[in-house]
C-alpha cells in the first residue's frame, strides 16, 4: 500500500481515538532508539500513538514524517497536539482491514463492501 485514502485515515483515526500513547519522543529527537521502538511496537500491534514530549526540538508534523519515513511501511495517519498516530498493516495477518476501493458507509455507520 502505498498511501492511504482519505476515508481510509478516518477510519483509522476511529480506531486510535482511544489508544494512549506507547512511545515518547524525548529532547533528542527522533533517534534510533526510538524508531526500533516504533518497530519494536509494530510488532504487536498495528496503529500506535506517539507522544512527542514538551522537550522534543521538532515540531509535531516534522516528528511524523520521520517515523513514518524511518519505519519501513508505516504511514503517518494524523497529528492531533503533541501526538502522531502512525499505522502499519501486519506483512502476514493484518486485523485492521481496508478496503483498497473507495470505502462505503451505510446509515448505521458501518463499513460496507
Known amino acids: 500500500m ?8 478516518a477510519h483509522l483515526r476511529k480506531l486510535a ?5 506507547i512511545v515518547l519522543v524525548g529532547g533528542d529527537g527522533v533517534t534510533t532508539a526510538v524508531l526500533s521502538s516504533v518497530e519494536e511496537a509494530f510488532n504487536t500491534r498495528e496503529l500506535i500513538k506517539v507522544k512527542l ?4 526540538p521538532l515540531h509535531v508534523k516534522d ?5 513514518s ?11 492531533i497536539g503533541r501526538t502522531v498516530v ?4 501486519h506483512p502476514e495477518t493484518p486485523e485492521i482491514r481496508l478496503d483498497r476501493k473507495s470505502t462505503r458507509l451505510n446509515s448505521s455507520h458501518q463499513i460496507i463492501s
Do not use: I, M
Not at 17 to 21: A, T
Not at 53 to 56: M, R
Not at 63 to 67: D, I, K, R
Not at 86 to 89: F, G, M, Q, T
Open 2 to 9: 502505498d498511501t492511504l485514502t482519505s476515508r481510509q485515515r
Open 17 to 21: 481515538h482511544h489508544l494512549k500513547p
Open 53 to 56: 514530549q514538551e522537550s522534543a
Open 63 to 67: 516528528a511524523a514524517g520521520e517515523l
Open 69 to 79: 519515513t524511518g519505519v519501513h511501511g508505516a504511514h503517518s495517519v494524523q497529528t
Open 86 to 89: 502512525l499505522y502499519r498493516p
